[in-house]
Every structure is written in C-alpha cells, then in structure tokens.
C-alpha cells in the first residue's frame, strides 16, 4: 500500500503515453491514461501454454511474454474492468478466448522507474478462435508450447536471439504448483 507521505510531484516531460515525474526525489514513469495492466497465464484444452512474441523496441530485441495489455485505454470504455481487459487483451493479441479467467495476483512489476500496477490472471480452456496478431502497428506472433516442453522451448528462443520476460517464469511457477496440485489429490 502506497504511503501517506506528502508528494512534491511535478511533471518533468510528457509523451502521448507515458509522463516522467519527480516526486519525493524520485523520478519515475506514470501511465496517466489506464486503469490497470494484465497478464494471462493461459492454457489450452490440450495442456499448451499461450505465449507471444514481439520486438520491444526500449531493450531492442523481440521478447517472448505472456498476452498482456493495459485496461481504461480503449477511448469510451476508460472504466473497463481489468478481467474484461484481459479477455479483449487475450483475443486481440492471440486470436484465443478462455472459458475461465480467474485473478492470481495484483503487484508492481517494476516499482523504482514506475507506477504501473499489473494483475496476473489465469485463464483455462482457452480455444482459438481468431488469427490475433494485435491491434494497428503491433506484430504479435502467437506460440503456443506444450507445458513440458516449456523450458527447452524458452532456451532455443533465447539461442535464437529472443530475450525472456521475467514474468513468464512466475507465470510458469504458477502452473507447476497447479499440476503438482492436481497430481497429489
């Protein structure tokens, strides 16, 4: 929970998305125009793990990252609630809907340089139903990975020139605690 501290804060610069700010000495990026980001950690009916990947031009290299986006963004629906950002997020971006969509964990993925808030959600039975690739300019390619070949799959992408999201391994995480969940009942 944020402190009660007075704030100083002053804008330092703005762009169409993002605004550099001080406050209390410290200089970090807040997202003015959302209300919240999401990531799925998703799987199929046949046991697959959807990820994406897409060049991120801040570390200059493609990324493989679980579907994610932001909620508020889209002009006339700034009051989206962040499950229904993560099912438009998760179809927009791979083409896949999910017959369930459960929150995990809300926290700050990067909380020195930024004030942005991320929700993991999980979603099962996921079925394609469109191609996805993104909205306007985005090229998001989608990968999905059967769940034991994760691991081997993450280290040719990274041969091949990819950097991982760190989030992708919590998310992995998450999915072993389930399956030994469900082996030991």
């Known amino acids: 929970m944020a402190s009660a501290r ?6 330092l610069a703005e762009g169409a998305h993002l605004r550099l700010v001080v406050a ?6 807040v997202r003015p125009k959302i209300s919240g980001i999401v ?6 009916n046949h ?7 897409q060049w991120r031009e ?13 909620a508020g963004d889209v002009p006339g629906h700034e009051t989206e609630a962040l499950e229904a950002a993560a099912r438009r997020e998760l179809f927009e971006e791979t083409g896949f809907e999910a017959r369930t969509m459960e929150a995990l964990l809300t926290g700050p993925p990067s909380p020195g ?3 942005e808030i991320v929700t993991f959600y999980r979603a099962r039975g996921m079925v394609r139903q469109a191609y996805g690739g993104g ?4 090229r998001i390619r989608t990968h999905v990975v059967p769940i034991s070949w994760l691991p081997d799959w993450l280290e040719r992408m990274q041969a091949r020139g990819f ?3 760190p989030k992708v391994y919590a998310g992995a995480y998450w999915l072993r605690q389930e399956m030994d969940m469900w082996m030991h009942d």
């Open 113 to 115: 340089i930024s004030d």
């Open 39 to 44: 990531v799925i950690v998703g799987t199929t």
């Open 58 to 70: 801040p570390v200059g290299a493609p990324v493989v990252e679980w579907p994610a986006g932001l």
């Open 135 to 138: 909205r306007g300019a985005e």
């Open 163 to 165: 950097l991982v999201d």
């Open 47 to 53: 046991g697959g793990v959807v990820l994406v990947t």
């Open 6 to 11: 007075p704030s100083d804060r002053r804008t």
């Open 24 to 29: 209390n000495g410290w200089e970090y990026v």
